[in-house]
């Protein structure tokens, strides 16, 4: 064997060369791993054919892109977010075709300046909070409710100040004081905690039972409506009157009548009872019997209708003979 061929074949393979093509742009394309480079042709078309190769060679190592079944995923998801896209848009636009969306408001319901004008009718299903609700101009307004209608207002806190309560059978308000006025803005009803205020001019009870007062009732003046009587009565107990100075009860085109069951007393602690009237009638006092006549008188037939008033020891009055002394005969039985 030839020993200059056995130290070529001994010899060292060649080193790996990194060579690197262009194409056509001047764009570089690597290829590695080349023991020996091949020769790059002179001509334009040999060079084409050799970058083509290598660049398919390239691609064919090397993919970019998605493949397999992330791409069917991908596809999966971006459909699905297209139906979800085109669900939602009809479901907005049928929902402002219901509600009647324009440019004014919604329905009946219109957006003006300060608020919101509701042409037709509103039913609150749960709680409405508005600080002023009003009425269109020459409208009534109308709140109705199918079991009870509350309205409260609460201070800065939220702690309850007031609370007006429209039930079935009662209307309830919770305040500290309540007022009712007129136009003019006069007080007309009052009514606290302590007292009542009534600044009417005149209280009138068309009530046929008339007005019951449970606890004691202060007046400066009680006056009957004109053509009408007026009657203080106590159906079951007794009737006072108290004044610190005095009592005046006048009626200036009619009679004044008091009755009572048992006993009538007028007292007078320190002064005296004076009866001003030019006739004064005792009806029904009981007639004494004559006593016997000590002296002789003759029978006067003008005067056999007059009699003496006579008094008893215990004050009762009675009727004596115009004649002879002021006593009865049997004292006994009138003056019991």
């Known amino acids: 064997?030839?020993?200059?061929?056995?130290?070529?074949?001994?010899?060292?393979?060649?080193?790996?060369?990194?060579?690197?093509?262009?194409?056509?742009?001047?764009?570089?394309?690597?290829?590695?791993?080349?023991?020996?480079?091949?020769?790059?042709?002179?001509?334009?078309?040999?060079?084409?054919?050799?970058?083509d190769s290598i660049r398919n060679s390239y691609n064919s190592q090397f993919k970019v892109g998605i493949y397999g079944w992330r791409k069917k995923c991908l596809y999966i998801l971006v459909m699905a977010l297209m139906f979800m896209m085109i669900l939602n848009l009809a479901l907005t636009l049928w929902v402002l075709k219901v509600l009647d969306f324009n440019s004014e408001g919604m329905g009946q319901l219109r957006i003006v300046p300060g608020g919101l004008q509701l042409l037709g009718q509103a039913i609150v299903l749960d709680s409405l909070f508005a600080s002023s609700i009003k009425s269109r101009r020459g409208q009534p307004i109308s709140v109705e409710s199918s079991r009870n209608f509350t309205v409260s207002t609460r201070d800065s806190h939220g702690s309850l100040q007031s609370r007006l309560y429209l039930g079935h059978d009662r209307l309830e308000v919770n305040v500290g004081r309540l007022e009712v006025r007129d136009a003019r803005g006069g007080l007309l009803l009052g009514a606290t905690q302590d007292s009542v205020t009534v600044g009417a001019d005149n209280l009138v009870v068309t009530s046929p039972a008339g007005a019951s007062f449970h606890t004691a009732v202060q007046a400066p003046l009680v006056r009957a409506p004109p053509s009408k009587q007026l009657v203080l009565e106590s159906s079951t107990r007794s009737l006072e009157m108290h004044a610190t100075q005095g009592i005046s009860m006048q009626s200036?085109?009619?009679?004044?009548?008091?009755?009572?069951?048992?006993?009538?007393?007028?007292r007078s602690v320190a002064g005296a009872i004076r009866l001003d009237a030019p006739n004064i009638y005792m009806p029904k006092l009981k007639s004494a019997?004559?006593?016997?006549?000590?002296?002789?008188?003759?029978?006067?037939?003008?005067?056999?209708?007059?009699y003496q008033l006579c008094a008893c020891a215990n004050g009762k009055l009675f009727l004596a003979p115009p004649h002879g002394v002021c006593a009865a005969r049997e004292e006994s039985l009138i003056c019991r």
């Not at 093509?21 to 078309?45: F, M, S, V």
């Not at 019997?289 to 007059?306: A, E, F, K, R, V």
């Open 1 to 51: 064997m030839d020993p200059h061929s056995l130290s070529r074949s001994r010899q060292t393979p060649a080193a790996r060369t990194h060579i690197v093509y262009t194409d056509q742009k001047g764009r570089k394309i690597p290829y590695a791993d080349k023991i020996t480079p091949e020769p790059i042709l002179n001509n334009n078309e040999g060079r084409d054919t050799k970058a």
């Open 252 to 266: 200036r085109a009619g009679d004044i009548s008091a009755s009572c069951l048992t006993t009538f007393r007028l």
């Open 289 to 306: 019997l004559p006593l016997p006549p000590s002296t002789p008188h003759t029978h006067d037939p003008h005067h056999q209708n007059i």
